[in-house]
């Protein structure tokens, strides 16, 4: 059996028909750009949200962008985010002439953390960008009171929490803009690239829209330099058709989430992600803390290969050993992150030490991602559990070590 790491191809099936319904009638109709798909999905999203708009555009990475823009957000700016995160995140900071300024995340979590983020804060602080990563949400009681209480602006980047909520509200509807992608992996995927931004403002929205079409508030009048960053017609009318599903797929992936969790609970090294009410479990990612081989510290004599530290981050061999265990027992997993945003070659000229960043650097060596996705079956996972008791199994007996703290 090979289980993949995610799979749109049972989806595909279950909504053909409606898809194909939804695609050509955007095709027959001639319009492409705007029309009465962006429309609906909008109004849509935007009630799924719990916000008064939602404005639709190419990406992710351009709602950051957007949300930025729209708050006047720019150069000498700074805006504190979390270092354990996609790319994007910092990139879009950047993007607008601001600063990042990193802080670590809790290692239980995976999340920023707030007692970091309230002593980064600096005079030149103007936002802050919590990542509601892998599906749980950050704790936005707490954020929101130390941002109103410093009078800072927030975007939430909620690339990988679509559904997701904290304190039964969506995530996205807290601070000033919510930004999702619709990248085809994601709780609600596009066939392509796609993304929104939320927000409860009408002005903030309505400077969005206006940039997402080369900062035009009518045809050919230009007031800022904008982009050319619209959500395509045919993306909306997938999104239109999966948007109704997505409460059915968000409970698919909790009891996905729950087996994993019951099922793996007495394997020795492996630390479980902590459940959450309102988690989406975009991703299902462990934390190897001991050498799946049973040697206590390996120092690599697990992996055929060694891999260097060239980012000066701890050596990531036990967890390597065990994707590579796993791929050839036909599961494929991935790995979110192997290397830091702060120790990306793009942020070198900021400064950060090996180091600086203890836990997300740590992270970045133990975690990988088992296979999830809501049409997972429960054959396909115990074909996962079976491969690592398996292994486990041969080594509970073993005293093992647990990796440095």
């Known amino acids: ?18 898809l194909e319904e939804a695609v050509l009638g955007v095709l027959r109709s001639g319009q492409y750009i705007g029309g009465p798909q962006i ?7 935007a009630e799924r949200v719990g916000t008064r708009h939602a404005v639709g555009c190419n990406s992710g990475t351009d709602a950051l962008v957007l949300a930025l823009r729209a708050l006047g957000i720019g150069s000498g700016d700074e805006v ?13 900071i950047s ?62 980047d909620c690339a990988q929490a679509t559904g997701t909520q904290w304190k039964g509200q969506p995530v996205g509807s807290f601070g000033d803009v919510g930004c999702f992608s619709f990248f085809p992996t994601k709780n609600l995927g596009a066939a392509g690239d796609g993304g929104a931004a939320t927000t409860n403002d009408d002005s903030i929205a309505q400077t969005m829209r206006e940039l997402a079409v080369h900062g035009m508030p009518r045809r050919y009048l230009h007031t800022a330099l904008g982009y050319n960053s619209r ?3 045919i993306q909306a009318a997938v999104l239109n058709v999966k948007l109704g599903r997505l409460s059915t797929w968000i409970e698919q992936r909790n009891v996905i989430a729950r087996r994993y969790r019951d099922q793996l609970t007495e394997l020795p090294g492996i ?17 190897i803390q001991n050498c799946p081989t049973g040697q206590p510290l390996c120092n690599g004599q697990c992996s055929p290969s060694a891999i260097s530290s060239s980012h000066g981050l701890p050596e990531s061999y036990c967890r390597d050993w065990l994707k590579q265990y796993l791929h050839d027992r036909g599961v494929n997993t991935i790995i979110y992150y192997p290397i830091p945003i702060h120790r990306q070659p793009a942020y070198e000229h900021l400064g950060y030490d090996s180091g600086s960043m203890p836990n997300t650097e740590r992270l970045c060596s133990q975690v990988l991602s088992l296979p999830i996705f809501p049409e997972l079956s429960e054959l396909e996972q115990q074909h996962v559990v079976s491969a690592l008791h398996q292994l486990y199994g041969r080594n509970q007996a073993v005293e093992q070590e647990p990796l440095a703290a």
């Open 271 to 287: 630390k479980l992600p902590e459940n959450q009410e309102g988690h989406s479990w975009n991703q299902f990612v462990l934390r």
């Open 80 to 92: 504190i985010t979390c270092a354990f995160s996609f790319f994007a995140t910092a990139e879009a």
């Open 1 to 18: 059996m090979n289980v993949p790491p995610f799979s749109l191809s049972q989806q595909i099936d279950d909504l053909g028909s409606d």
């Open 231 to 233: 959500l395509d017609a």
């Open 39 to 45: 429309k609906a999905f909008e109004e849509s999203f």
């Open 95 to 156: 993007a607008v002439g601001a600063t990042p300024v990193f802080v670590d995340v809790d290692p239980d979590t995976f999340l920023i953390d707030l007692d970091q983020v309230e002593a980064a804060i600096s005079d030149a602080t103007r936002a802050l960008m919590p990542v509601h990563l892998f599906g749980r949400a950050v704790d936005m009681t707490r954020l929101m009171a130390l941002a109103s209480s410093h009078g800072l602006r927030v975007i939430e």
